[in-house]
């Protein structure tokens, strides 16, 4: 890896995310949508895709969206949308499902607001991690952005004509969409703390992206300081001070995210799981997780697909 690597081509590997979409929304007259808690490791998310709503989190003020604006909760706050018109009775609203979406309409009203709903899933990291250097609303506007722009009418295009496979199309479209969001947000608010800060860092970047690279490698700190072309204890003081532990804790921490990560979201083999984040056994794995989670593999698997 040269000198000269961009900051944001070490940060890509770890902007893979998965979304969910929930729910196609098509409102008019007055309205209101309450969404409780998204659920630990995963951010909520609107995409306004017509007319204009306001957003609010608990103990904040209200946030007016328009057409084009996505806004993201990365913890996952519970909140509410809502229309922009005066108190009144509010409109019933219908939901149906659709192809792994839920379509909510207003009734007998004519529709001036549209909404694509859901949640989203930050993969292949310790997702707390990189959570937690994010604030708890980011609001992007994407007017002036033409790609952005027509990114978000082809998932509108697609969740509107309900062709079969619409809902998987939409998904894939929206993980691009917040993939090039997300670069744009980290290019004018650069992190300061935490794996991206890590990994935007001269004197940190090339051993925590090697080590995300290549999370099951046998690493050593020399080997690390030497990638980071750095003294075993600068590299040590930097890592403490970007992420509150030294480089080979950061590896334990990470490689157990990743081991969550694959435990919750994927059918994979413990063993497999294992071998491939740098574990020996799948004994070895169980006995980490469990120290770090408080929860054997298995038992964390069930409980999640017993909890979908």
Not at 55 to 82: C, F, N, T
Not at 210 to 230: F, G, I, K, Q, R
Not at 245 to 256: E, G, T
Request: one cysteine or more; glycine letters at 8%; hydrophobic letters at 45%.
């Amino acid at each position: 890896m040269s000198v000269d690597h961009d900051p944001l081509d070490r940060i890509a590997p770890v902007l893979r995310v998965r979304p969910e979409l929930q729910d196609f929304c098509r409102f008019g007259g007055s309205w209101s949508l309450s969404h409780p808690d998204a659920g630990s490791g995963w951010a909520a998310f609107h995409i306004v895709v017509k007319g204009e709503c306001l957003m609010e989190r608990s103990g904040s003020k209200p946030v007016r969206l328009q057409a084009g604006d996505v806004i993201l909760l990365p913890h996952g706050d519970g909140h509410v949308v809502y229309s922009n018109r005066p108190s009144g009775e509010l409109q019933k609203i219908i939901a149906t499902p659709k192809e792994h979406i839920r379509l909510k309409q207003t009734e007998g009203v004519a529709i001036d607001t549209e909404l694509v709903c859901g949640r989203l899933h930050l993969e292949s990291t310790s997702e707390n991690m990189l959570l937690r250097t994010l604030p708890y609303l980011i609001v992007l506007q994407l007017g002036g952005y033409k790609r952005y722009v027509e990114l978000v009418a082809m998932i509108r295009d697609e969740l509107e004509g309900g062709c079969p496979g619409a809902a998987n199309v939409a998904s894939d479209l929206a993980s691009a969409l917040f993939v090039m969001l997300l670069r744009q947000y980290l290019e004018k608010e650069p992190p300061t703390n935490g794996l991206l800060a890590l990994l935007s860092s001269r004197g940190t970047g090339r051993a925590a992206a090697a080590m995300v690279a290549d999370p099951a490698h046998a690493w050593t700190l020399d080997e690390l300081a030497s990638l980071a072309a750095v003294s075993r204890p600068t590299l040590v003081r930097a890592f403490r001070k970007l992420c509150g532990m030294p480089p080979l804790m950061f590896l334990v921490d990470l490689r157990l995210g990743l081991a969550r990560n694959r435990i919750l979201h994927s059918v994979e083999s413990f063993a497999d799981i294992a071998a491939a984040v740098g574990y020996q056994s799948e004994a070895a794995l169980s006995k980490a997780i469990h120290r770090h989670f408080g929860i054997r593999p298995g038992a964390m698997r069930r409980t999640h697909l017993e909890n979908q």
